[in-house]
């Protein structure tokens, strides 16, 4: 008997899993805007050097020289037509004098037009999306293990209210050190509430319905970054738009109280009567009051006995290094999360660089999440996790790469490739997740998943300080988000393939070199990946149709979570 039998006695699929699951939703469409908000509150427009009054001829573009430079003295002879004739180039030339001019056309205001992040100061727009970077990394380690110390409810409120109060604040920053601190904490909010929200998605549904219920909240955030394609068309100065996805996470934090502590959790921290109300609180709103009543204390313990026995044992990081194969598959691993999201963020953190509407490129990236998924599904489960993982981020890194050789002016052309380089990192994202919970044994999943996710962090920090390169060589960015993960596809050689094996359960069973030889004639037991456990063991399907849909429902989730979590 487990904690899932009990939920599926008191409505697995009832009308509370989907209310809970919907108020987690909202939230998560609204959060999922703030990783991607430096595309349109840090846009860059054209611009060029202002003169001392504003108001003469000698302050138009063609007078003043280039958006950096301007020249020393004003250049009177330029407004007759014979001006054509004076050697421009031996005109000396300075910094900008008296600020730029912006043209106001696509954005009425962003954070570069307001605090002249050009020219010499231009590095400081991509080192604001690397504090939040590091926001959403320290967020991950704070609040991952206060929630393991004063619940998942308690905390996802908190991060509610910070997101909104924080948020909120940040449109109100006088200055670009303040924006930059706010922005930390922001990332750290954002990183605390996905965490939290997933536990207490998934640990209020039991087994045979997570897919389910993982799959709809995992969708939240490919809608979310659709959403913030029109929200931020709408509104083009960034302080409002900050407020417009900020504030509503007041709202949220106002509903989050009405929100079930996990009874799992209540119960691990010696707390069954309050877990044996929740449970109660979650019958009588199914619909099964009278079986709520049946729930005892003594049926909960029986019911919690095994995950209260596995809690007593602790395992560290250090485990993941500790012997060869682990050690191993660790460094492997380290090298694609760290390396896959190190070229999927500096692809989509800077979208005006493809020269077409960076509204419709957003829409574009968000929307092809969706059939991408369904590749990787039916990918994975035939070729192998493997051939998968290592031929989409090799196929990514060339379409990346081949882009940064491809003429600024064939703009179709450059945004195809980059959407389609796009989906196949999402695709890639899918792949090593899956494959980091079945390399992993069962006492070190849960370890294991956390230090890619946090490698991951890493990644996504470092790609926006990547563009500082461009100053020297415009594509040499691009190159280097094309080289890393192609070098990253072949360190997949070095992992043994998955697909249809036993899942380890001990460092034993990956030390053994006859673990992953042979295949198994039982589908994998993801039953036993610690919070995404979305199919029971003895789950059978009979249909290669059923069969795939089953696994694209569950590696969106997976990906999604391997995003924010």
């Not at 054509?84 to 000396?92: G, K, L, R, V, Y």
């Not at 050789?405 to 997740?433: C, E, H, N, P, Q």
Request: hydrophobic share 45%.
């Amino acid at each position: 008997m487990s904690f899932s039998d009990l939920l599926d006695d008191i409505g697995g699929q009832g009308r509370f899993q989907f209310i809970n699951t919907i108020l987690l939703i909202i939230p998560g469409i609204i959060m999922a805007s703030h990783p991607l908000l430096q595309n349109f509150s840090a846009a860059v427009p054209d611009h060029h050097c202002q003169t001392a009054d504003n108001t003469l001829p000698g302050s138009s573009w063609n007078f003043t020289s280039s958006d950096c430079l301007q020249f020393s003295k004003p250049q009177w002879h330029l407004t007759f037509e014979n001006g054509s004739f004076f050697n421009i180039s031996e005109t000396q030339k300075i910094p900008c004098q008296h600020g730029w001019s912006y043209d106001r056309t696509e954005f009425s205001e962003t954070i570069v037009t307001e605090w002249n992040l050009v020219c010499d100061l231009r590095h400081l727009r991509q080192m604001s999306q690397s504090i939040y970077m590091g926001g959403v990394l320290f967020g991950a380690l704070i609040f991952g293990s206060l929630s393991d110390k004063f619940g998942r409810r308690t905390i996802l409120t908190w991060s509610y209210l910070q997101v909104g109060v924080v948020g909120t604040c940040t449109s109100f920053s006088p200055s670009f050190e303040i924006f930059c601190i706010l922005r930390f904490l922001t990332g750290m909010a954002v990183s605390g509430a996905v965490l939290n929200a997933v536990c207490l998605n998934v640990e209020w549904v039991p087994i045979r319905s997570r897919t389910i219920f993982g799959t709809l909240y995992a969708f939240s955030f490919s809608i979310g970054q659709m959403v913030l394609a029109g929200v931020a068309y709408t509104i083009r100065d960034w302080r409002k738009l900050q407020l417009a996805v900020s504030c509503p996470m007041l709202l949220c934090f106002m509903y989050s109280w009405w929100l079930p502590e996990s009874a799992r959790w209540l119960t691990l921290k010696n707390k069954p009567d309050q877990a044996l109300r929740q449970i109660k609180k979650v019958a009588r709103i199914n619909g099964l009051a009278n079986k709520g009543k049946l729930v005892t204390l003594e049926v909960l313990k029986r019911h919690m006995q095994k995950e209260v026995e596995s809690s007593k044992v602790i395992y560290t990081i250090y485990d993941l290094f500790r012997t060869p194969m682990m050690r191993r598959i660790t460094l492997c691993l380290m090298t694609l999360w760290c390396c896959n999201s190190f070229a999927f963020y500096g692809l989509i953190m800077d979208l005006q660089k493809f020269g077409v509407s960076v509204f419709l490129v957003q829409l574009i990236f968000a929307a092809i999440d969706f059939p991408v998924k369904l590749f990787a599904s039916a990918s994975l489960m035939y070729l192998g996790r493997r051939r998968t993982l290592g031929g989409c981020m090799l196929l990514a890194g060339i379409m990346i790469i081949s882009n940064a050789f491809i003429s600024y002016d064939m703009k179709a052309l450059r945004t195809s490739l980059a959407v389609l380089g796009k989906g196949l990192f999402g695709a890639a994202f899918t792949g090593v997740y899956i494959f980091t919970g079945e390399l992993y044994p069962t006492v070190l999943r849960q370890t294991g998943m956390g230090f890619g996710s946090t490698l991951a962090r890493v990644g996504s920090m470092t790609a926006p300080l990547i563009r500082m390169f461009e100053d020297h060589l415009p594509s040499l960015p691009g190159i280097i988000y094309g080289a890393v993960p192609i070098i990253a596809a072949f360190v997949v050689i070095f992992l043994p393939e998955t697909l249809n094996m036993p899942l380890p359960e001990t460092i034993d069973d990956v030390e053994n070199p006859n673990l992953f030889k042979g295949y198994s004639q039982n589908i994998i037991q993801y039953s036993q990946i610690p919070i995404l456990d979305y199919c029971s063991s003895d789950f059978k399907i009979q249909n290669n149709f059923c069969f795939m849909t089953a696994f694209y429902l569950h590696f969106v989730g997976t990906y999604i979570l391997s995003q924010c979590v």
